[in-house]
C-alpha cells in the first residue's frame, strides 16, 4: 500500500491494520490520523495492500 | 480513542463531540446561553472547530482574528484570513472582527520582534503579548461577556509539563479553563480543553472545515510541539495519561496546592492603552512600538 504523510511517501507491504501502518513507518500512532478515500478510519480498520493511505498530522495551525 | 474505550461512526462523532462540549462548558460554569462570546480565530482546526461547535450550540459567538503579518514565501497569514473566510462563506450570521497588526502599529510581529530583546530569535513571545492584548482589547470594546480560545487538551498539558519542569508555581496556580474576570481583563475560556489534539482535529475533518493545514513557520522546533511529542509518546504507550496528567492537575488546583502563588498580583492601569499591567509605567505592548 502506498502511505503519504506531508511531503513524504512510503510504499510497504502486506495487510496490516491502520495503527500498524503508522508504526511501519517510524510515526507515533497518537500524533496522525488515518484517511482512505476522504474517510477517516479507527485505528483497528484493516488496510488492503492496494489502499493508499493520507496520515494527517494533528498538530497543525498556529 | 482508547482512552475513552470508544469507537464511534461520523454522525455519532459529531454528536458526542458537540455533547462534551457542552459538558464542559456547564461543568466549568464557562458561560450562560444569553453571554455574548468572543471566539479567537486563527484559522486553525481548534479554532474553527470552537467556533463551529458554538454556533451549532446556539451561542451568540463571534469572531477576532488578529492579522500579525507573518507572510513571505508561505503567505501563512493571508491563507488563514483565507480559511476563516471560507468559513464564514457558507454561516451567515457569523460575524468577525479582524485586527490588521502593521495597519494598526505599524509593524508586523516578525519586524517589531527582530527590533526587540523579547523577540530575538523568534517571534513567539512577542506574538503572545500581542494576541493577549488585542483579544482583551477588542472584547472590552465591544462589550462580550467573555472570549474563548481554541486551546485543547494537549496544549494544556504540554505547557502543564514545561510550568512543572520549571516550577513555575504561579504560571501553574493561573492555568484553569477558566480565567475569572478581573480589573480591565475580561473572563477567559477554554470549552475544548478536554479533547485530545486529534479529537478535534478528526471533528474538523469529518465536518469538512477546511483549515490552515501547516503550522506557523516559527512554531517548528519550539519546546511545546517537542513536550507534546513527549506525551505523546508517553500517550501511546499508556491510554488516558494526558487526560489523567491535567485532570488530576485541576484537582491539585482545586485543593489549594498552589495557594500561595495563587494571591493575585496587584494590577495597575497601563497610562497609554488603559490594560492592565502588573508594573505601574506602560505595559509591555506599549512599550513595543
Redesign the interface.
Known amino acids: 500500500m502506498r502511505v503519504t504523510y506531508r511531503d513524504k511517501t512510503w510504499e510497504i507491504a502486506g495487510r496490516m491494520t491502520a495503527r500498524q501502518a503508522v508504526e511501519k513507518v517510524g510515526l507515533?500512532?497518537?500524533?496522525?490520523?488515518v484517511?482512505r478515500q476522504g474517510q477517516?478510519l479507527?485505528?483497528?480498520t484493516l488496510l488492503e495492500t492496494t489502499d493508499e493511505i493520507r496520515l494527517?498530522?494533528?498538530?497543525?495551525?498556529? | 480513542m482508547?482512552h475513552h474505550k470508544l469507537?464511534l461512526c461520523?454522525p455519532h462523532y459529531l454528536e458526542w463531540f458537540l455533547a462534551q462540549t457542552e459538558r464542559t462548558i456547564t461543568r466549568y460554569h464557562m458561560f450562560e446561553p444569553e453571554e455574548r462570546i468572543l471566539v479567537a480565530v486563527?484559522?486553525?482546526?481548534?479554532?474553527l472547530a470552537l467556533w463551529d461547535v458554538l454556533l451549532r450550540l446556539g451561542y451568540p459567538a463571534d469572531g477576532l482574528y488578529i492579522n500579525l503579518g507573518?507572510d513571505g514565501e508561505g503567505e501563512?497569514s493571508h491563507r488563514?484570513l483565507e480559511k476563516i473566510e471560507a468559513f464564514m462563506a457558507t454561516r451567515p450570521e457569523a460575524r468577525l472582527h479582524v485586527v490588521d497588526v502593521a495597519a494598526t502599529y505599524g509593524a508586523t510581529i516578525p519586524q517589531v520582534a527582530r527590533r526587540k530583546l523579547r523577540g530575538r530569535g523568534k517571534p513567539c513571545a512577542v506574538c503572545g503579548l500581542v494576541k493577549r492584548h488585542e483579544m482583551n482589547r477588542i472584547a472590552q470594546e465591544h462589550g462580550y461577556a467573555v472570549l474563548a480560545t481554541g486551546h485543547n487538551l494537549?496544549d494544556e498539558v504540554a505547557v502543564l509539563l514545561s510550568n512543572v519542569l520549571h516550577w513555575q508555581v504561579g504560571y501553574l496556580a493561573r492555568q484553569a479553563p477558566v480565567l475569572e474576570e478581573r480589573e480591565g481583563l475580561g473572563r477567559k475560556v477554554k470549552p475544548l480543553c478536554r479533547f485530545y489534539?486529534?479529537e478535534t482535529?478528526?471533528y474538523a475533518?469529518?465536518r469538512g472545515l477546511d483549515?490552515?493545514?501547516?503550522?506557523?513557520p516559527?512554531?517548528e522546533g519550539n519546546l511545546t510541539?517537542f513536550y507534546?511529542?513527549l506525551l505523546?509518546?508517553l500517550?501511546?504507550e499508556s491510554p488516558g495519561a494526558k487526560m489523567q496528567f491535567y485532570l488530576s492537575f485541576l484537582q491539585a488546583r482545586k485543593d489549594g496546592l498552589f495557594g500561595q502563588a495563587a494571591q493575585e498580583v496587584t494590577l495597575h492601569p497601563c497610562p497609554t492603552c488603559g490594560q492592565p499591567t502588573s508594573v505601574p509605567g506602560p505595559c509591555a505592548f506599549c512599550r513595543l512600538w
Not at chain 1, 507515533?28 to 490520523?33: A, D, K, M, Q
Not at chain 2, 483549515?211 to 506557523?216: A, K, M, P, Q, S
Open positions: 507515533i500512532p497518537e500524533t496522525v490520523l484517511v477517516l479507527t485505528e483497528d494527517v498530522a494533528v498538530v497543525s495551525g498556529g | 482508547r469507537a461520523a486563527s484559522g486553525g482546526k481548534d479554532s507573518i501563512y488563514s494537549d489534539e486529534r482535529a478528526a475533518l469529518i483549515y490552515i493545514y501547516d503550522e506557523c516559527f512554531a510541539n507534546k511529542e505523546s509518546r500517550e501511546t
